[in-house]
């Protein structure tokens, strides 16, 4: 995988793919700025150079720690239950409380 894409997508300043809710207005439009190319093996936590909130502008870098933890930890209780999924991609019910992970 030696190669660097230049769709759309990719070369977006902001990641359209990781909005966050702005700790200062409470607004869901705090998107990461896509951070420099990077190896393969390299995080998306490792990919963020900023956080960008569209009415109040650049979140502090004890903000972004914060909203990066909690993402952090949503990946991993997503990956642990990828069997709720069936292969068309509809959510299959199981009585999880997905909430109370965060609580």
Do not use: Y
Request: net charge negative; aromatic share 2%; hydrophobic share 40%.
């Amino acid at each position: 995988k030696d190669f660097l894409c230049s769709c759309e997508r990719c070369e977006a300043i902001l990641d359209d793919t990781r909005i966050f809710r702005c700790p200062r207005c409470s607004r869901e439009d705090a998107a990461a700025v896509a951070g420099a190319a990077l190896p393969a093996a390299a995080s998306p936590v490792d990919a963020v150079e900023a956080i960008v909130c569209s009415a109040c502008g650049a979140l502090t870098s004890q903000d972004v720690a914060e909203l990066l933890s909690v993402e952090a930890r949503v990946r991993g209780w997503a990956r642990s239950r990828l069997g709720l999924h069936n292969r068309g991609g509809e959510l299959q019910e199981n009585g999880d409380n997905t909430g109370a992970m965060l609580a």
